[in-house]
Structures are given as C-alpha cells and as structure tokens.
C-alpha cells in the first residue's frame, strides 16, 4: 500500500555511474545519469514509508554546489517503464560524512500510481549532498536527472481564501529576492507549458474565477531575469464542492480529490491478491496498533452546506487483517470510527455527527449518516480511526474506507429558492418520463443517484427520459438563468 507524494520535475542529458558505497560514490553530473543494477552498500532511507525490504541494497552519488541554489532529482522519467528500466525507485538525500550521514529529503512514490521518485533541496555553496538510490522495490536499473539553480526558491508556502470560485497563494521570498515569480496552472495532470502562466512581483497570487467547485493544479517558481528557479510542484487546491458530490477514489489522475489524511490514514489501490476496494481500485486504510489507542483523522475536501438542511453522507467500510509476521491474510479485530463536522481541518471544535461506528468483518457494509449544520459556510467531514488498543494483537487490521458520496435535501449557497423559479418536476413518481415545469428557460439538467453518482441523461423540450434507470430515489438538478435547483424524484 503505497502513499502519495506529489512532485514532478524534469531535466536535460548527460551520462554517471554510481558506485557502490557512499566513501566510493561518483560524481553525478547536471542532466541525466543512468543507474546500474543497485547492488551496493545500504545505509537507511531518508522516506520511512513503506519500511525496508530483507537485506537491502543501495547505490550512491554525490554532488557539491559551487553556488547557493536548488538541487532537483527525479526518476520520473519515459526511459523507466518496467522492462529494461525500473519504474519503482526510491531516493534519499543526505549531507555529513559517510560514517555520519544526516537526512535531508526522501522520497518512494510521486504518488499512489507513479512509483517512481522526486525530491527538491534547497543547498548550500561547498557542502557535498550524498544521494542514495535503493532496491526496496527494485534492484533493476534506471535513468534519473539531476538540476541545478543559483535562483533560490521561494518558502513557506500555504494556500488560503478558498472559495467555490477561487483561492489566494502566499510564500515567503527567498534572500535575495527574484525579481518576479512565475506561477503556471490548469486541471489537475495537465503537461507543463499547456497550462495558463502568470506573474507576480510580490509573493501572492489570487486566482481568476474558476468554474464553482472545480480543482487548480499549479506550479510556482523564482524568476531571476538571467536564470529561473526550478519549479515547485504540482501542487493541488480543492476549490468548496456545493452538494452532491461523490468521490469512489478511482480516478488514476486524481484518486484523493482533496481528501487529506492525517496520522496512519493512507491512500492506497488494489493488488494482486490484496483488493479491498468497494469500488475497484482506490481506497483509504488505516491500522489499529497493539500498543497504543488509534487517533487518526481523514478529512474530506471543503463542502458548502447550508443551516437547516437535511444532508446525507454515504460510505462503506471494511476489515482487511494480515500476519505481523508474514503479511498473509489474518483475522481481523473490530475496529472504530467516530465521525464529526467542521469549519476546519481539525478535531479541535468539531462536532460529533451520529454515533461510533463499529466495523467488524471483511464484507464491505454501508454506512449512512445523516446530518444538519448550524450555519450556512463551508465545512469538512471527519472520519475519524479511534480504535481500542489492540493489546495481544498477532494481526494488524486496517480500516477499509470507499465510495464516499454526500447529498441534501436543500439548495447550496449560490443556488436558488424553488418559489423563487417557480420549478416543478412531474409525474413523481415516474416510469419513463420525467416532465420540467419552469417559468424560466431550462438550461441543462443533471441527475444523481441517492450516493451521489452522476447519471447520463438528456434533456429534450423540457423533457428527461429516465426509463433506462433502475428503481429508486434520485436527484435532479434544474439550471435556469436564475440559477440552480435540486428536486428529488422516485424512479418506480
């Protein structure tokens, strides 16, 4: 089960060997090296994810900056696609000696489906940075770039003033300061140099409006006029979804969708013979542990809720349990969840929404929980592994979450008041043909199942043909000039 990371850089070519040891390390030159088989030396792992394999090996480089700058290393290259090359890396930076190696960066996997790996270092004229590449995954060789800039990058950078539409960028300037930073944005997995460029002379950036509820991807870099900094990123905003939304994490360019998991919470997909997904092939685990009372959070991207209306989220949990020992299947022990609301990413000042919620087999069960909140704004769900110590324990058991999808029963902020479009939908229920009443001209309608899911249908003279839908309850979502509005119907 791997974790996300989410970086990307590129580079230019030249040719390196690594030796074996870190005394013995080459020299690794400014564009592309090509790695052999790693059979080397292992020291340790500057990326604790996923552990080390038994008896592990390593290869090593070195590289000393002449300047102050930013070292760029990735592995993240076309050449490394399983066969003749490696498509599963792992690197790790270091500065000291070799007999007294300090960790600097590390990195596994760019993210749950790129296995391959990226770090960006901010370094100093005159210290040797040690890079070791290891076969925790695999001992096949492969190409990596490495890049070099005297135009030092910006820091501390955070993302705020999310909004449906929007959403402002700050950072700090380095020392000394590039005359202007560059910032280049589009969806999320856009190529780089498709997407949209902007500057700025001052460290923040707001974004032009956006279509509601949708996501940015952006990179950012200094610009020193005679050189640039290397980019930072992608990294991801998650603009404030109105309701229904849904997420079955599936969506190889985008599985998380703004969900963020904090403590042992991860991201992972399907395996050869481990496919706990409710819905193939993404899905959120955490573990329980033998020696300590579980507290981890998964907290889901910004929803735009509105007071007094009666929302509705949806998702199903699981048990998957394995050997400590051998990592084969195990009995699992029951596991707990808590799920809250609130205005932040934090447990402080949330509110509990139903009641604990046990999950004790390996069949996928559904889970509902209804909800109201107390002001309109935009809120985060909380789900929350608050598991008894699991003392004795000979199995870790791991949480199994999937197929999250939230619904209301009123309209999001931005939509509008149904006596004000004076909409109706008729017959409800239906067997064939759902007719539209509207004062208004209807501009599209969409329709959604009770778990949030999207379903194809067509709008023809104020008409919808939901024959092909199976039974039960849906959503429809009427767009006017006016606006938006949500009607529910039964499909009989």
Known sequence: MKKILLTLLLGVAQLGFAQLTCATSSIATVGTNVAPA????????????????VAPKGIWYSFTPSANGQLSITSNLPANDGNTYSDDTRVSVFTGTCGSLTCVAGNDDINADIYLSTVNVTVTAGTTYYIEWDDRWSALGFEWTLAFTSCLPPTALSISAISTTTATLTWTAPTPAPSTYNIEYGPIGFTQGTGTIASTATPTYTFPAQAPGSNISFYLRSNCGANQGSWMGPYNIFLVKNT????????????????????????????????????????????????AASNSQLYSRP???????????????????????????????????NVYINTTRSLTGATQIGTAITTS???????????????????????????PVATGATNTTAL???????????????????????ISVYPNPTSDILNIRSKEKVNSVSVYDIAGRKIDVKLKDNTVNVKSLQSGTYIITVETSKGKISEKFIKK
């Open 38 to 53: 790693i059979t080397g030396t292992y020291v340790t792992s500057c990326d604790t994810t996923n552990g080390n394999k």
């Open 244 to 291: 229904p939304y849904s997420n079955s994490f599936d969506d190889t360019a985008n599985r998380a969708d703004g969900f963020v998991p904090a403590g042992n919470w991860a991201l992972a997909v399907d395996a050869p013979g481990v496919a706990p997904s409710q819905s193939p092939t993404g899905f959120y685990y955490s573990n329980n542990s033998a020696t």
């Open 303 to 337: 929803l735009s809720l509105v007071a007094g209306a009666t929302n509705t989220a949806t998702f199903y949990t699981r048990l998957y349990a394995f050997e400590v020992s051998t990592g084969v299947p195990g009995v699992p022990s029951p596991m707990t969840m």
């Open 361 to 387: 087999g390996t069949t996928h069960v559904l889970r509902t929980v209804p909800f109201t909140v107390p002001t309109t704004g935009n809120y985060y769900m909380i789900f929350s592994n608050n598991t």
């Open 400 to 422: 199994i979450f999937d197929t999250f999808a939230i619904t209301s029963n009123s309209l999001a902020v931005n939509d509008i008041a149904s006596n004000d479009a004076n």
